[in-house]
């Protein structure tokens, strides 16, 4: 599955932002995605995560209550709606897939580029 990336931008912080995330190549319904993100000098870390055959979402502590991550299976996107956006949201953000899994926050096969977020004080 081939995936695109796209919807970062800058925001002030209180402020929202949409991410999308378009799949091809393979059927949709079949993979877990998730959505990460990563700054300078860190490692990666899990957002939120969309479980395959209806299995449920999960988020991040820091992301709950905030975030909502969706799929439309029409036109085979995800998305990632951010509210209340903080500074610390900060980050270059990537959507991932993958086949058939429950396992959600790690083991991820498949990497959009990365959109880059940037949420102003």
């Known amino acids: 599955v081939q995936l695109q990336a796209s919807g970062g931008g800058l925001v002030q912080a209180g402020g929202s932002l949409r991410l999308s995330c378009a799949a091809s190549?393979?059927?949709?319904?079949?993979?877990?995605m998730g959505w990460f993100r990563q700054t300078p000098g860190k490692e990666r870390e899990f957002v939120a995560a969309?479980?395959?055959?209806?299995?449920?979402?999960y988020y991040a502590d820091s992301v709950k209550g905030r975030f909502t991550i969706s799929r439309d299976h029409t036109n085979n996107t995800m998305y990632l709606q951010m509210n209340s956006l903080k500074p610390e949201d900060t980050a270059v953000y990537y959507c991932?897939?993958?086949?058939?899994?429950?396992?959600?926050?790690?083991?991820?096969?498949?990497w959009g580029q990365g959109t880059q977020v940037t949420v102003s004080s």
């Open positions: 969309d479980i395959w055959n209806s299995g449920g979402t």
């Open positions: 190549g393979r059927t949709f319904s079949d993979y877990t």
């Open positions: 991932a897939a993958r086949y058939r899994s429950s396992t959600w926050s790690r083991g991820y096969a498949y």
